[in-house]
């Protein structure tokens, strides 16, 4: 495969590398780039375009890497920065491009700014960030009541008498990006690494940078104080020339949570990212008709502004799809815990099968959360005393379960991951959902994966139209001759007249879909 295509982001299939979970190859338990590296053949067998690395930055791992201490550095329970560029180079040998993560809302409270800033109040580095004064006669109350993005309040007090935001938790202090120093130093950043030959960068929490300095309250029908202010498309614009300056084949790839599509859009002007995840897709229903309307409002909303969409299902925030999809409620929202609900995993692996195929044939691009090629489900099971995440104890749902680390081998734990013991435990059911028991099986969720991105691969999909069949179905073309049906429905639908079968995620009944399962078909007259 050549590496060379300008624009790869916008039909790209994406694999997400959680680095904590992939493979340990060190012996401590945690994953590391060594067993990345070891398992890279995985990522080619599977036939995936890119591999975006969530953070792996020196960090006192208050938030599992996303508190950064120092962009330039890899955090040595990871390794080292010559393993980093190692994989870098040998990723692209293989075809593989490299996406990595940025995390510019916030940085570490071990970050030497924020030490500086702490140990001085008259340091430069305290306009780095937001220190107030409390409110009350003796400051002794938050500057404002803003509610965390974990829960919580958002506000700390410092041994001198002031406060500091972090929208998350106290150990990830806010930037304040009206600050030129914090501007100039991230756009640094980004050179550091598209230097390294990175080929994307990733942006976290990309819609919080910007706060209004007023910090009024958070009010129904007034501008909202720190989420989605216009000003933060200028930072956009201004990465977006640093990304172009490197020959246009270098992406920004935004992590933008936001319920009005078209604001959500704002962000993939021609000026500024390339791409965003679609979060509206992943929380959707698996409901034909509301599954169906957000295709079409994904699709009119990007290509209002010329952008690919993308396709995901999962990643390392969320309750993984198998789970979610055997619930009675198949949505998803940080809003709606629904922890502990029954899960039927027979129909939520059915489901996750169908939406592999749905996912990989939609117009964009297509992302997958490591694991997710498995057929690996939420671990449920994790004893609250063995949590490692903050967001648990602030919203009451821990997202230690979908950040479990990958059985590999073997039919018991740590299945090949490590040689010690796993930092989360794995389930011992998963001794089905090894790479090495679903390799060679055609009915395994693995090998639907590569069949299915090999297919995708072949094909050159083109222009996207819906096909009238059963309402009950969610049915599109590809061009002249290409289908994919899926059916939602609780019964058996008739497949159209004239085509023959490329895929399916299940057995066919005749010609007929069973319920919970997609097909892709070429259509012969
Ligand atoms: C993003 C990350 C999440 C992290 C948060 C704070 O949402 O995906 O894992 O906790 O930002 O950085």
């Known amino acids: 495969m050549s590496l060379k295509d300008s624009q790869w982001w916008r039909d790209a299939v994406i694999y997400q590398v959680y680095p904590r ?52 550095d890899i955090d040595p329970v990871f390794g080292s920065l010559t393993e980093a560029e190692a994989l870098i180079e040998e990723a692209h040998a293989a075809g593989i491009r490299m996406i990595v993560d940025i995390v510019p809302n916030h940085i570490s409270s071990e970050h030497p700014w924020f030490k500086a800033a702490l140990a001085d109040p008259d340091a430069k580095e305290r306009d780095y960030f937001w220190f107030r004064p409390g409110r009350g006669e003796n400051g002794d109350e938050m500057p404002t009541d803003w509610r965390g993005e974990f829960g919580g309040t958002t506000w700390t007090r410092t041994p001198d008498g002031s406060w500091y935001l972090h929208l998350f938790t106290p150990e990830q202090p806010d930037l304040n990006w009206d600050h030129p120093d914090v501007r100039a130093e991230f756009e640094s950043i980004l050179r550091f690494w598209f230097d390294r030959g990175v080929d994307g960068i990733r942006i976290d929490s990309a819609a919080l940078l910007l706060k209004d300095p007023a910090l009024p309250e958070v009010l129904e ?81 990007h290509a209002a502004v010329g952008a690919p969409a993308t396709w995901v299902l999962s990643n390392h925030d969320v309750t993984r799809h198998v789970t979610r999809y055997g619930r009675e409620d198949t949505t ?91 930092w989360l435990p794995q389930p011992a059911e998963w001794k089905d959902r090894t790479a090495q028991a679903q390799t060679g099986d055609p009915n395994s969720m693995l090998e639907l994966y590569r069949s299915a991105i090999a297919r995708r691969r072949e094909e050159s999909f083109s222009d996207f139209a819906w096909l009238d069949l059963d309402p009950a179905v969610l049915a599109f073309c590809r061009g002249q001759d290409f289908a994919c049906v899926v059916n939602m429905s609780g019964a058996p639908v008739a497949l159209p007249a004239h085509q023959s079968v490329l895929l399916a995620s299940g057995p066919l009944d005749g010609d007929r879909l069973p319920p919970d399962t997609a097909v892709w078909l070429r259509m012969t007259s």
């Not at 945690?30 to 375009?49: F, M, T, Y």
């Not at 604001?263 to 169906?292: K, Q, S, V």
């Not at 039927?344 to 959360?369: K, N, Q």
């Open 332 to 422: 998803f929202s940080f809003d709606n815990n629904l922890d502990g609900t029954p899960v039927d995993l027979e129909v939520g692996t059915r489901r996750a099968r169908a939406a592999a195929l749905l996912s990989l044939s939609l117009p964009g691009a297509t992302y997958i959360y490591q694991g997710e090629e498995l057929g690996l489900w939420e671990n449920e099971n994790i004893p609250p005393e063995e949590f490692q995440d903050p967001m648990w104890g602030r919203r009451g749902h821990s997202r230690d379960g979908c950040r479990v680390p990958l059985p590999w081998t073997g039919d018991e734990a740590p299945f090949g991951f490590t040689t010690a013991t796993p």
């Open 21 to 72: 979970s992939y493979a340990d190859a060190n012996g401590d338990g945690v994953g590391d780039i060594a067993g990345i590296r070891a398992r890279l053949g995985h990522l080619r067998d599977l036939g995936v375009d890119a591999i975006w690395m969530s953070p792996w930055y020196p960090s006192p791992m208050a938030d599992a890497g996303y508190d950064v201490a120092d962009f330039r």
């Open 221 to 301: 029908d007034s501008p909202h104080p720190f989420h989605d202010l216009d000003g933060v498309h200028e930072v956009y614009r201004s990465w977006r020339r640093i990304a172009d300056s490197y020959g246009g084949d270098r992406a920004l790839i935004g992590e933008v949570w936001m319920p009005e599509v078209e604001r959500f859009a704002n962000y993939l002007r021609p000026d500024e990212l390339h791409a965003a995840f679609n979060f509206d897709f992943l929380g959707c229903a698996w409901d034909p008709r509301l599954m169906r309307e957000c295709v079409d409002r994904t699709l009119h909303a």
